[in-house]
């Protein structure tokens, strides 16, 4: 909470505007309290990471961002999350839509087993593009977009699952990107990958920021700092502290951001 | 390091020692049916399979009509059951997964498969057979009720649990990051079955209906207790027929002469190879699919 305003008072100037507004969010698994009331802007068109040692609960406040937690049953959510304007946990609130404005990328990668072309096709075909003219334009664009149109344009009828695990992972980058997302969510999204393809996937999230709003999960803080603009360091499911990343490794205000960060626990 | 070897060794080969038991025992059966058989095929040649008279009392034997009715009885209780069984697998499977409600309806379903033939017969004897008759009353049909219909009735119930089973288990193996990944792009819970549970689990889904198919292929004692036992060609879902094995359970104790018991062995040896065969395109099929 302190965290947050001090962010606002020093780094809303940067902050162009803001995305995703989480007030006050706590999360239960069954009885047990994962996230401690969290608030935090994430502010558009830059990447924010989360950062923390496993089990402090960045993921699981990713996935309250598109509501992936639904699928786990007996699991509740208390506060406000405000993305693009609407408070997404309203009754009623249109989940596809939400989905639709807000891609993920996961931890391992996991294309459909089905054709290059199909993969990225999904998306766009469930929210109604029928025409295979406009369908062959997304793909293409999307794939352009991820980073790997020239690696695939000759084979986009062979199986996804003949790829190596960075492009499977970049495609399924591009499969997010062709439903035209504002909000990218990225779970570890190259904690699967060797330093290459790692290297590929963090070119091509330094790509996206200009026009995607990015939220990255990782465990790794090079990463962190190599490809984000601003960091917050979660710890047993609460935001210790939210800032400019440069700022965040160089001098974090917190006495247990400065311990992880220096490797002391975690 | 020389006694784990010879150990290995040892445990290996007894191991395939018994495998081979298992291939010896088909040849075996497939040897005794041959045998048996080489009289009625000797006499009839390839007439045996086409004829359509059975009549021990005149000395002729074809057996067309109960291949008929075999195939008709097992395939209608295949198409009957696939709505239910493709329901209860996707419910316990994809909604119902966990939970003591799932392990309750799971262990049910597997009872089903534990009942008895018998006791099916009876059941469909009592409760199926006057519903058919009910039917066919509206319907201006002579309400005989023993039939096709209801043998392919009871099959159904009867080759349920073995689908649904398999399905089940095929449908809870789907992994949750294909599913979570299409929930993220947007889709809803039906999208998410129609596009990645079901092509994804399709060729082990289709295993467990090959499976049932087979065990309605060879069903016997609950179908020769409704199937009506008329050794004529079925003409209609409603009429009095018999499979193979009806047959074969009907009529080994009297059979009086050696052309007449190396008929139904015959019989027997049809049905072999009908279950064989279609296993075979089966697993063709599954490999298509899995492809």
Redesign the interface.
């Known amino acids: 909470m302190l965290a947050t305003m001090e962010y606002k008072e020093t780094e809303q100037a940067t902050a162009t505007s803001v995305k995703v507004h989480v007030e006050g969010l706590r999360f239960f698994y069954g009885a047990s309290e994962a996230l401690h009331g969290i608030t935090l802007d994430i502010p558009e068109k830059q990447v924010t990471a989360l950062i923390g040692p496993s089990g402090c609960g960045k993921s699981t406040f990713l996935r309250t961002l ?1 509501r ?1 937690n639904d ?1 786990i ?1 007996n699991t509740r959510v208390e506060g406000l999350v405000e993305v693009l304007g609407d408070n997404i946990y309203a009754p009623g609130y249109d ?6 404005r807000v ?2 990328v ?1 931890q ?1 990668s ?5 054709t290059i072309f199909e993969n990225i096709a ?2 766009p075909r ?2 109604g593009v029928r025409d295979r003219a406009t369908l062959e334009e997304i793909v293409e664009k999307s794939l352009r977009n991820a980073a790997l149109w020239d690696e695939v344009k000759d084979r986009m009828n062979q199986s996804a699952l003949g790829l190596s695990g960075g492009q499977q992972q970049r495609l ?1 980058i591009a ?2 990107l062709a ?1 035209d997302p504002e909000v990218i969510l990225m779970d570890e999204p190259a904690s699967a990958l060797d330093p290459r393809s790692t290297a590929a996937v963090e070119d091509l999230i330094l790509e996206l920021r200009n026009q995607y709003t990015i939220v990255i999960v990782t465990h790794n803080m090079q990463q962190a700092s190599r490809v984000s603009d601003f960091t917050a360091f979660f710890y047993e499911g609460d935001l210790v502290e939210l800032g400019k990343t440069p700022n965040l490794f160089t001098c974090p205000r917190e006495k247990r951001t400065e311990d992880y960060i220096t490797g002391r626990f975690g | 390091m020389n006694k784990v070897l010879n150990f290995d060794t040892g445990f290996v080969w007894s191991m395939r020692l018994m495998a081979l038991l298992v291939i010896g025992l088909v040849v075996a059966v497939g040897y005794v049916l041959v045998q048996g058989s080489s009289e009625a095929f000797q006499k009839f040649g390839l007439s045996f399979i086409t004829g359509r008279e059975w009549d021990p009392i005149m000395g002729s034997y074809g057996s067309l009509p109960f291949i008929v009715g075999s195939l008709l009885t097992a395939f209608l209780a295949l198409l009957i059951s696939i709505p239910f069984s493709m329901s209860i697998a996707l419910y316990l499977g994809e909604f119902a997964n966990k939970g003591k409600i799932s392990a309750i309806f799971t262990s049910l379903v597997e009872l089903l498969a534990g009942i008895p033939s018998v006791i099916y017969g009876f059941w469909a004897l009592f409760y199926l057979v006057p519903v058919v008759r009910w039917i066919q009353e509206r319907l201006d049909i002579p309400p005989i009720g023993v039939g096709i219909f209801s043998a392919a009735l009871i099959l159904a119930i009867m080759i349920i649990p073995f689908s649904a089973s398999i399905a089940r288990e095929v449908i809870r193996m789907v992994p949750v990051g294909l599913k979570e990944a299409a929930y993220a792009l947007g889709a809803t819970r039906l999208e998410v079955i129609k596009d990645v549970v079901l092509p994804v689990g399709k060729s082990g889904i289709f295993a467990g209906i090959m499976l049932a198919l087979g065990r309605a292929l060879g069903e016997t004692m609950a179908v020769t207790m409704v199937i009506g036992n008329n050794n004529i060609m079925p003409d209609s879902l409603f009429s009095p027929a018999n499979t193979i094995a009806s047959l074969l359970a009907n009529e080994f104790a009297e059979a009086d002469s050696s052309l007449y018991v190396s008929s139904l062995v015959g019989l027997g040896l049809v049905l072999f190879v009908m279950t064989a065969l279609i296993n075979f395109l089966g697993k063709m099929l599954i490999r298509r699919l899995s492809k």
């Open positions: 598109n992936m699928l049953e989940l596809a839509e939400l989905r639709r891609g993920m996961f391992r996991n294309p459909f087993p089905k999904y998306g469930i929210h399924c499969r997010a439903v």
